[in-house]
């Protein structure tokens, strides 16, 4: 699950492309399948929005939930691939990006009325 926050001004138009990046992201290094796609947008009304000095209102935050067991290499790699991409592919520099990864343990996820430690069927490997 990835959750995407800006100002909704900015956020919205590119809502799509965005998407698009980070998905692409999340396959290139991570081998997530296509059709393993859960981003939710809170595009948010300026005037809520507080984010640190240096920034510009593209600024972006990009939480990405996901089991743990990714080395720590790879998940350098995802970041800074985002960064990367979202500047070359969206125009939005990487200091107005800010992402951070959350890593829960398998049994703390619950989907298709089980639990991440009891599916044996995953289209892709956590542990990369």
Known sequence: MILIYGIKERLNPIKGR????????????????????AHRFIPMEAVDFYYPGGRSDAYTVIEINMMAGRRPETQKTLIKTLFERIETELGIRPVDVEITLHEQPPHCWGFRGMTGDEAADLKYQVKV
């Not at 965005?18 to 796609?37: A, F, T, W």
Request: no cysteine.
């Open 18 to 37: 965005l998407s698009d990046v980070i998905h692409g992201s999340m396959r290139d290094v991570l081998g997530m399948p296509e059709d393993k796609r």
